[in-house]
């Protein structure tokens, strides 16, 4: 069975850093591209980051450009975001996505719609 297990989220003060892990089982994922989402309240999910498969490019949203990095250790199907510079609007439950089918260039993969599974989310929360 496929699964996505997020960590590492937590309450931290502004300007500070985190690092959150997205643990992928069930299949391999090597190949396959990844992201991060996150949901803050009463809002709706919006993209973070994303990262393809075997290249390991990346791709961010501006809110995060500059501040966040993501990356992957296709050895133990992993994916990270390192967060710097935390701000308080970066309050919001982050969560992991993969792409199960094969990839290709016409995905977006700063649409919520184009991965196939998620996982629980993990809360952070940044004070001011």
């Known amino acids: 069975q496929v699964h996505l297990l997020e960590s590492g989220g937590r309450s931290v003060q502004a300007g500070g850093s985190l690092n959150l892990s997205c643990a992928a089982s069930?299949?391999?994922?090597?190949?396959?591209?990844m992201a991060w989402f996150r949901q803050a309240p009463g809002k709706e999910r919006t993209f973070v980051g994303a990262?393809?498969?075997?290249?390991?490019?990346?791709f961010y949203a501006d809110s995060v450009k500059g501040r966040f990095i993501i990356s992957r250790d296709n050895a133990d199907d992993t994916v990270y975001l390192r967060q710097n510079n935390l701000k308080p609007e970066d309050t919001a439950v982050y969560y992991c996505?993969?792409?199960?089918?094969?990839?290709?260039?016409?995905?977006?993969?700063?649409?919520?719609?184009?991965?196939?599974?998620w996982g629980q989310g993990t809360q952070v929360t940044v004070s001011s």
């Open positions: 069930g299949r391999t994922y090597a190949g396959y591209p």
């Open positions: 990262i393809t498969g075997l290249e390991g490019v990346t």
């Open positions: 996505a993969a792409v199960l089918s094969p990839p290709d260039a016409k995905m977006d993969l700063t649409s919520a719609l184009t991965y196939d599974i």
